[in-house]
């Protein structure tokens, strides 16, 4: 097995640190006292998709001095403001810098408009920002009041989950009820980042994903684009001709904000009042419909539905989350979290929310969502874990991979 290698987030960390100060410069006209990362573990394996920074500004230093033409989907910063929060999205995440940046403001826009009634202030405002499309992309916006809920939620009694899941599912609720301005062409039409957006069909969108995940798979040494036996081609045949037969009949889709990690990871809350205080980070989030949420969303073994082709307490969830939830539930294992997956249904149905057993053609599309995934298998795909697998337990994983593939094919008569 080979040695683990060194942080690769730490490259260019110097580089990052100036380029903050540079911008801080610009904006304000003075460097920042301290600048401390957020949410960055020094020996985390993976690649961050951002890195977020603290930027905290001495009481007596002058004001924002750069926004008499502030760019679109921004706000004049508040005179007495000292904390701030910037983000830079990471290159190497993959995702289409051309427009990253102004998808993830138009998203935070969306967001606190359709939310300012019942939930203001729990959407970050943005201050400045600038595009990734020809260097290293930014993004300035306001620093949160809160704890972060990820640390806190597993060892929460019941009773609070149920309180904290049915503020998330009002908040949801929300989302799905808004009609989308069509303010940004980064926002009008089907859109999600990583494949080149937007689209003017649905079904555009899901062919470009699993066509993106194609053109990956041609290039990972691991798979080499499943061309052998043949699998290759019968792929092509289903995304040329079955995936718009499997589609044709699903009718139309309402267009609504997709968070797309819509999770405990990236809500704040007041630890004495048990109060949601930010909604972050929406890096992922894009146009698409009410399924997609559940597919990207919501944690495994609670709200995240599973595919048709998962076993055991998965496929039970799935069934559950479908048809019903029964009312003895199964244990509670590592797996799935009956009690916490129970709640957040409970709380949907009580909001008004559309969930996996109201929404339509929901089982046929979680089909073809994991179709996208399977392409590229994490533990099989994923350069850390790659690196630290043998080959035989490599090879294993191929043969796994493809014996699903040609499942799924040999379902759609391919």
Same mark, same amino acid.
């Given at each position: 097995m080979a040695p683990k290698a060194s942080n690769q987030n730490d490259a260019g960390k110097s580089r990052r640190l100036d380029f903050v100060n540079s911008v801080l410069d610009q904006v304000f006209g003075s460097v920042p006292r301290e600048i401390i990362p957020v949410a960055y573990e020094e020996n985390f394996p993976f690649p961050y998709n951002n890195f977020v920074y603290a930027v905290k500004f001495s009481p007596e230093a002058p004001g924002a001095q750069n926004q008499a033409q502030r760019q679109p989907g921004t706000h004049t910063i508040p005179p007495g403001l000292d904390t701030f929060i910037m983000r830079l999205p990471n290159p190497i995440s993959g995702y289409n810098d051309r427009i990253r940046v102004q998808n993830e403001v138009a998203a935070l826009s969306i967001a606190r408009d359709a939310l300012h009634?019942?939930?203001?202030?729990?959407?970050?405002?943005?201050?400045?920002?600038?595009?990734?499309?020809?260097?290293?992309?930014?993004?300035?916006?306001?620093?949160?009041a809160g704890s972060p809920l990820l640390g806190d939620f597993d060892q929460m009694s019941y009773e609070d989950k149920a309180l904290i899941l049915r503020q998330m599912a009002a908040v949801l609720t929300i989302l799905q009820q808004y009609q989308i301005p069509l303010q940004s062409k980064a926002m009008e039409a089907w859109a999600s980042v990583p494949r080149g957006s937007p689209f003017t069909t649905y079904e555009g969108l899901v062919k470009a994903t699993i066509q993106s995940k194609l053109a990956k798979a041609d290039a990972d040494p691991q798979v080499e684009g499943w061309r052998a036996n043949g699998l290759r081609v019968r792929l092509d045949q289903f995304i040329a001709e079955g995936l718009h037969v499997a589609m044709e009949n699903m009718g139309t889709f309402p267009k609504v904000l997709v968070h797309a990690d819509f999770t405990p990871d990236n809500f704040l809350y007041d630890i004495?009042?048990?109060?949601? *205080?930010?909604?972050?980070? @929406?890096?992922? /989030?894009?146009? &698409? *419909?009410?399924?997609?949420? @559940?597919?990207? /969303?919501?944690? &495994?073994?609670?709200?995240?539905?599973?595919?048709?082709r998962e076993s055991g307490d998965f496929l039970t969830l799935r069934t559950a989350m479908l048809a019903g939830f029964p009312d003895q539930l199964p244990p509670a294992n590592d797996d799935v979290q009956w009690p916490s997956a129970k709640a957040w249904d409970d709380a949907l149905r009580a909001s008004g929310a559309k969930r996996p057993s109201t929404i339509e053609n929901i089982a046929a599309l979680s089909d073809l969502f994991w179709l996208s995934g399977q392409i590229l298998p994490f533990k099989l795909c994923n350069e850390v874990v790659v690196r630290n697998s043998s080959q035989e337990q490599l090879a294993a994983r191929r043969k796994t991979g493809e014996r699903l593939l040609i499942n799924f094919l040999s379902d759609y008569g391919y």
């Open positions: 009634a019942e939930f203001p202030g729990l959407v970050p405002r943005v201050f400045d920002w600038g595009s990734a499309r020809h260097g290293q992309g930014w993004i300035l916006q306001e620093h949160m004495g009042t048990m109060r949601l *205080t930010a909604l972050l980070d @929406f890096d992922f /989030s894009h146009i &698409a *419909t009410f399924a997609d949420e @559940f597919f990207r /969303s919501l944690g &495994a073994g609670i709200g995240q539905l599973p595919s048709p």
